[in-house]
């Protein structure tokens, strides 16, 4: 297994992302600038900032800064917390000579004065909100303390400069002067896990960027998935007219002068990713280290994968037969699981120590699995979870093989599976070795009897799918135009609404709020009609008290090139003969009509 944490090593070819970010720093004439390290969630941002750290971690005329956003994000004032961690880091980096710490104290005071006036105002507006209303400062969450600002100013008089000043442009001309005392040639702050903060500590922490720090010899790397910074850009202008101009992408620009934008892997660099994690797994450090360089080294073809089953030999020696057989495994399921998991390293990362951890599981029961079938029954199971939950229904409660029948495609597939036939995914999942019909499943079923992988509770909705998942869940009468708007989102994301939607139907708690999810469930998967399989599955897999009257019609009208007459008679005939009174009397009805 590997774990989950950001890694200098490079096992994907990011060295032209880091060119391309060392390249900035180096550029004087470019300086200050912010440099805006954007991409999905898991797809390597932490990693790639640590790479571009390492290279500079050695320059003793650099000052490396590291500020991570989320482990503030219960404080008052994000501004504060940034300015105040800087300068701790800054006091710490180095030992520091009588002139710069004088700076150094300066900045201190003048942190401490930000902290001041951040708790006056505080402290004025719960005394003001006690007067409007019968609530204390203690139920308003603000300290009961006497606030004494006299003594404060008192205590931070200064000989030559008398009360501090609380402007930013002191704190800007002291954080300046410092970099210039200590002939500092660049000053590199990095921010990660901006993207995970609320919006209004993003906000707050680029502006204190601009208002505070941006100064001479400063760079700023601040990784974040782009769409979720935009969010909350635009969080900041709610009430602004729509127009063709954006005007919250112009303050995003101001804020962020420079993106770096990681693109999702493609296929073959999923191969050369996944390739290199097993490497690392059976590799000695050291020859892990000459496989790593040398595969990077002889193959520069952005278009070729850098190590895989059939090169392998020519960049060892010696090839061990557990990392051939990985190889192999690699090669069949890579151009699924790419298409899976959308290029996301994370994602593949989480998907390999699932199957290990499942591998070792059997071992521990003395029961030996081959890891190419587990990993295609998780294919299924991540994918297309209710055609996975009918599939080990079926495989209980059938004598036939029916997998074998679905490889086949022969005349002993139920009816049920019919739908099989004309999805593509599926049809191609059947395609790929290991054909599972001549496997005993039923050692492999006991380790997948989750309903969904742990893996797809991790998993992200785009920013836009979210707001598409929240704006159909919160109108009561569904619009065509809204659900349409469903099409411009990514296959993934809208493979996983739907899947969000059926867990929502199984959450409802009475029959009211069951037809409301149908009746959207219903809306959604005429607009997508790929999920058809899936939809099938799911009524297939209603248990009796699940299944409302509304389902009956739906059946009935949902377009024949999609469900064909006879799952239609299928479903209907089940639920007539096990449905509750009223819903066995309208599919007996319906089922007369077809």
């Known amino acids: 297994m590997w774990n989950d944490n950001e890694t200098e090593e490079d096992l994907i070819d990011y060295k032209y992302l880091k060119d391309a970010v060392n390249n900035i720093i180096k550029q004087d004439h470019l300086l200050p600038c912010t440099i805006g390290i954007f991409g999905d969630w898991g797809s390597g941002k932490s990693s790639l900032i ?18 991570n956003g989320w482990l503030f994000e219960g404080y008052e004032d994000a501004k504060v917390a940034l300015l105040e961690t800087l300068v701790k880091e800054l006091l710490n980096a180095r030992t520091w000579d009588n002139e710069a710490k004088k700076y150094i104290t300066k900045l201190f005071k003048r942190v401490k004065w930000l902290k001041t006036i951040t708790a006056a105002s505080k402290f004025g507006l719960g005394m003001y909100l006690t007067s409007q209303t019968d609530l204390t400062l203690e139920a308003l969450g603000i300290d009961n303390k006497p606030f004494d600002l006299d003594n404060y100013l008192t205590e931070e008089k200064d000989e030559n400069q008398g009360i501090i000043d609380k402007g930013n442009k002191e704190f800007h001309k002291d954080f300046s002067n410092l970099i210039k005392e200590a002939k500092l040639e660049r000053v590199i702050v990095i921010i990660d896990d901006l993207d995970r903060c609320t919006p209004s ?19 700023f790397l601040i990784a974040a998935d782009e769409r979720l910074i935009n969010y909350a850009v635009k969080s900041k202008f709610p009430n602004l007219p729509s127009s063709d101009y954006d005007v919250s992408q112009d303050y995003l620009e101001k804020l962020i002068q420079i993106p770096v934008r990681i693109p999702s892997l493609s296929e073959l ?32 073809d952005p278009y070729s994968s850098k190590i895989n089953f059939d090169n392998i030999s020519s960049l060892m020696v010696e090839v061990q037969d557990e990392l051939k057989n990985d190889l192999l495994l690699t090669k069949q399921l890579n151009p699924m699981l790419v298409q899976i998991l959308s290029g996301n390293p994370r994602q593949c990362k989480r998907f390999l120590n699932m199957l290990f951890m ?34 080990v229904k079926e495989f209980g409660n059938n004598d036939n093989n029916i997998l074998r029948a679905l490889e086949e495609q022969n005349n002993k597939i139920p009816i049920t599976f019919n739908s099989w036939k004309s999805d593509q995914w599926l049809t191609k999942w059947l395609s790929i070795d290991p054909k599972l019909g001549s496997e005993d499943l039923n050692d492999y ?11 797809k509770k991790n998993k992200r909705l785009s920013p836009k799918a979210k707001e598409f998942l929240v704006e159909i869940l919160g109108v009561t009468l569904i619009s ?115």
């Open 50 to 67: 640590k790479m571009v750290e390492c290279d500079h971690s050695q320059n003793n005329n650099e000052l490396i800064i590291k500020f």
């Open 201 to 219: 500590t993003v906000i707050a922490t680029l502006e204190a960027i601009k208002l505070f720090l941006f100064v001479d010899k400063t760079v």
């Open 269 to 300: 660099e999923y191969e050369t990713f996944i390739n290199m994690l097993f490497a690392k797994k059976h590799l000695q450090k050291a020859e892990f280290i000459k496989t790593l360089e040398k595969s990077f080294t002889n193959n520069t």
């Open 358 to 391: 499942r591998m070792n599981m059997a071992k521990s029961k003395g029961i030996d699995l081959k890891k190419i079938v587990l990993a295609k029954l998780m294919l299924l199971e991540y994918f297309k979870p209710e055609s996975f939950n009918l599939l």
């Open 445 to 455: 079923l006991y380790f997948t009897r989750t309903k969904v992988l742990e893996i």
């Open 480 to 594: 065509k135009q809204a659900i349409l708007r469903s099409k411009e989102l990514a296959e993934s994301d809208r493979s996983s609404l739907f899947s969000e939607l059926l867990d929502r139907y199984h959450q409802a708690e009475n029959k009211q709020d069951r037809a409301n999810k149908n009746k959207l469930i219903f809306s959604f998967v005429q607009t997508n009609p790929e999920l058809t399989t899936e939809y099938l599955a799911f009524l297939n897999n209603l248990p009796e008290e699940k299944v409302i009257t509304p389902m009956v019609p739906n059946v009935v009208q949902y377009s024949t090139s999609f469900i064909s007459i006879e799952n239609k008679k299928a479903i209907l005939e089940k639920w007539a003969k096990y449905g509750t009174k009223d819903i066995s009397t309208v599919a007996k009805s319906k089922l007369s009509s077809l």
